[in-house]
Every structure is written in structure tokens, then in C-alpha cells.
């Protein structure tokens, strides 16, 4: 598989995408962005307003959010994968529906066969749910575990700093362990592409 031509597949089969009701109301979808060889993935919830608008993961408030936090660690966005668990946006910014993470999973789980990151950090609940489905983000985030030969960072969505502001603390000092993490991860067992999505907690150990 080349990568990069895999990842141009998908958002071409993402921006034609009809197989929930998302895309009766979107603008543009959003597939996601970054480097083919990204040692780091991104994974958020949803596209928002400007997301929408401009057909690109986290360019509003949070986005901005997300590259000091990522200049505090010595990183750029260009050198990060960017994506969400659904890739359009929701009515009014509601939560994502089941059926509708259901529909865009298997463009998730083919970017991220393509990247192959040695991290992936999720960034709220929702994206969370996929590695840690019985878990509360107030009591894992920033706990690095090995799911499947990755290892997985739990974190706080960019945006629920924003909203609060005493999170914001916590959100960059969950940031500034990346660099060691990603260092700690290469020398983790490469992880089976053909392997299934995680199924619960039993699958995952503590780094």
C-alpha cells in the first residue's frame, strides 16, 4: 500500500461520501490532513462551523489552541496527522451519533493503516471511546497506554480548555510528555495492520 495515495482515496471517497445523514447538511467534508510517515495522529471528534467552511480539521479557536500547544513541544502542525472520528459536521455542533461514528469508522481505521503513527492521541471523549470505551477523561487523560503496538495518549479536546480555563493547564502538561512518548514508542513491537479495533480495557497495559 503507498500511503499517501491511500490517504488521497480516502478523502476523495469521504468528500462523496452519502453513507449517513451528514452529508444532506454539510459544506465540505473533512477528511483530515498531515503527513503520510506522521509519527503522531491526531484524532478529535468533529468538523465545526469553520471546519465546515474550509474542509480542514481544527482551524478555528481550537485549532489555534492546538498549534501553541504543539510549538510548546518543538512541533508543527504540517508534521502531525489531523483527522476526527466523523467527518462531517454535525447539526448545530451536536454530539456525533452512534450510527454516524459507525458510518465514518472505516475511513478512520484505513487512515490510520496508512499512517501507521507510533503515537495517537485522542482528543476528547469521543475519539477516546474507541481505545478506552468504559473510561471517564477526567481520570485517564494524558495515561499513555499500548493498544495493538501503538501507543494510545488520551487527552482534553483543545476546545474544553477554552471553555474552561483551568483546564488549561492541565492540556499542556499533557502536551509537554509527547516528545518523550514518541521517543519511548519507537521502540514499541510494530503493530499488526490486519489486527481488529480494540474491544475494551483487557487489551490495553500501562506504558
Given at each position: 500500500m503507498n500511503p499517501e495515495l491511500e490517504l488521497?482515496?480516502?478523502?476523495?471517497e469521504v468528500a462523496e461520501c452519502r453513507a449517513c445523514?451528514?452529508?444532506?447538511a454539510r459544506k465540505r467534508a473533512v477528511p483530515g490532513e498531515g503527513p503520510p510517515n506522521a509519527a503522531i495522529m491526531f484524532i478529535g471528534e468533529a468538523p465545526g462551523f469553520h471546519e465546515n467552511e474550509q474542509g480542514r480539521p481544527f482551524v478555528g479557536a481550537a485549532g489555534r489552541?492546538?498549534?501553541e500547544l504543539l510549538a510548546g513541544i518543538g512541533m508543527?502542525?504540517?508534521?502531525?496527522?489531523?483527522c476526527n472520528v466523523i467527518k462531517c459536521r454535525p447539526p448545530g455542533n451536536r454530539d456525533p451519533q452512534a450510527d454516524e461514528?459507525?458510518?465514518c469508522a472505516p475511513y478512520l481505521e484505513r487512515q490510520i493503516a496508512a499512517v501507521d503513527p507510533r503515537v495517537i492521541v485522542t482528543l476528547g471523549r469521543f475519539s477516546m471511546a474507541r481505545y478506552?470505551?468504559?473510561?471517564?477523561i477526567s481520570r485517564i487523560h494524558g495515561q499513555a497506554r499500548v493498544v495493538d503496538g501503538r501507543l494510545v495518549v488520551p487527552m482534553y479536546h483543545p476546545a474544553a480548555a477554552l471553555h474552561q480555563p483551568a483546564?488549561?493547564?492541565?492540556?499542556?502538561?499533557?502536551?509537554a510528555k509527547l516528545p518523550d512518548r514518541v521517543a519511548k514508542a519507537r521502540s514499541l513491537e510494530p503493530p499488526d495492520s490486519e489486527?481488529?479495533?480494540?474491544?475494551?480495557?483487557?487489551?490495553?497495559?500501562?506504558f
Open positions: 488521497e482515496t480516502i478523502a476523495r445523514r451528514l452529508h444532506e489552541f492546538l498549534e508543527r502542525r504540517d508534521q502531525v496527522f489531523i461514528m459507525a458510518a478506552f470505551p468504559n473510561a471517564r483546564l488549561r493547564s492541565v492540556v499542556e502538561a499533557d502536551f489486527a481488529a479495533p480494540p474491544s475494551g480495557a483487557e487489551q490495553l497495559s500501562l
